[in-house]
Nanobody, 122 residues
């Protein structure tokens, strides 16, 4: 089990950038695949990006490809989500998650952070 704490959310204008961080506790962080998900008001939680345990593989939902980049630093037990060219439709609470399977499915992730709000104004 890992404990996850997200940070870096905030209010930004359309076209701007934010970098989310997710700090993990525990010595087994490097054995987990990590994912970012988001949930907008009135909508279900949706997949954003995933990264394999080594960082060699990444996977994105279509709507963020070319704009968002997921990365990880296993020495620092941290995963990042760099978000560029933000749009109002990116507004949501963003969650990081840890799981044993490199996947875009929420069911494959066992540990979740508390979330960080990202608001993009038009």
């Amino acid at each position: 089990q890992v404990q996850l704490v997200e940070s870096g959310g905030g209010l930004v204008q359309a076209g701007g950038s934010l970098r989310l961080s997710c700090a993990a506790s525990g010595r087994t962080f490097s054995s987990y695949a990590m994912g970012w998900f988001r949930q907008a008001p009135g909508k279900e939680r949706e997949f954003v990006a995933a990264i394999s345990w080594s960082g060699s593989r990444t996977y994105y939902t279509d709507s963020v490809k070319g704009r968002f980049t997921i990365s990880r630093d296993n020495a620092e037990n941290t995963v990042y989500l760099q978000m560029n060219s933000l749009r109002p439709e990116d507004t949501a609470v963003y969650y990081c998650a840890a799981g044993r399977t490199y996947s875009g499915r929420t069911i494959d992730y066992t540990d979740w952070g508390q979330g960080t709000q990202v608001t993009v104004s038009s």
